[in-house]
């Protein structure tokens, strides 16, 4: 592509540094950050402050800290399955509600079927939320059929 005397074209990279995935992150966190100080700003809002209570909710104290812990893991472990369907080359749509469907199926299993033995317990949860999140994502990838097929 051509702009005047610039001519940019775009080459996927052989070898990259290792330095520049560290660089690239610290960037993006950077600009987010500016970003939403700007916003901030604008709004009337003291960006320092607002960031001082962010940091201080989540993790002032350890009771703070395990409700982070519980807000960010099951999305990191989302995260991770996306990740292997990526790698996998699957699309893979509606991970969260698969996790959600998963865990209402371990609950229901704790619920209406509890056993003694703890490992068959958590062995019955894991097959139930396996088998439900799975099936849920049949529906999903139905769904999404019908929806591209159906469309002007």
Same mark, same amino acid.
């Given at each position: 592509?051509?702009?005047?005397?610039?001519?940019?074209?775009?080459?996927?990279?052989?070898?990259?540094?290792?330095?520049?995935?560290?660089?690239?992150t610290?960037?993006? +966190?950077? &600009? /987010? *950050?500016? @970003?939403? =100080?700007?916003?901030?700003? $604008?709004?009337?809002?003291?960006? #320092? !402050?607002?960031?001082?209570?962010?940091?201080?909710?989540?993790?002032?104290?350890?009771?703070?800290?395990?409700?982070?812990?519980?807000?960010?893991?099951?999305?990191?472990?989302?995260?991770?399955?996306?990740?292997?369907?990526?790698?996998?080359?699957?699309?893979?749509?509606?991970?969260?509600?698969?996790? +959600?469907? &998963? /865990? *209402?199926? @371990?609950a =229901?299993?704790?619920?209406? $079927?509890?056993?003694?033995?703890? #490992? !068959?317990?958590?062995s019955?949860?894991?097959?139930?939320?396996?088998?439900?999140?799975?099936?849920?994502?049949t529906?999903?990838?139905?769904?999404?059929?019908?929806?591209?097929?159906?469309?002007?």
């Open positions: 592509m051509s702009w005047g005397a610039f001519r940019i074209s775009a080459e996927k990279r052989v070898d990259s540094p290792r330095w520049l995935g560290a660089f690239v610290l960037l993006s +966190l950077a &600009g /987010a *950050l500016l @970003a939403g =100080a700007a916003f901030l700003f $604008f709004q009337g809002v003291s960006p #320092l !402050a607002c960031y001082g209570v962010i940091f201080d909710s989540a993790f002032g104290s350890l009771y703070d800290l395990s409700e982070t812990g519980v807000k960010a893991l099951p999305v990191a472990i989302v995260s991770l399955a996306v990740m292997l369907c990526f790698t996998m080359l699957v699309w893979n749509i509606g991970a969260e509600g698969q996790a +959600l469907i &998963g /865990a *209402l199926a @371990a =229901a299993v704790v619920r209406y $079927f509890p056993l003694e033995n703890k #490992l !068959a317990m958590l019955l949860m894991f097959v139930a939320a396996a088998l439900f999140g799975g099936a849920w994502a529906n999903i990838k139905d769904s999404m059929a019908s929806l591209v097929s159906n469309g002007k």
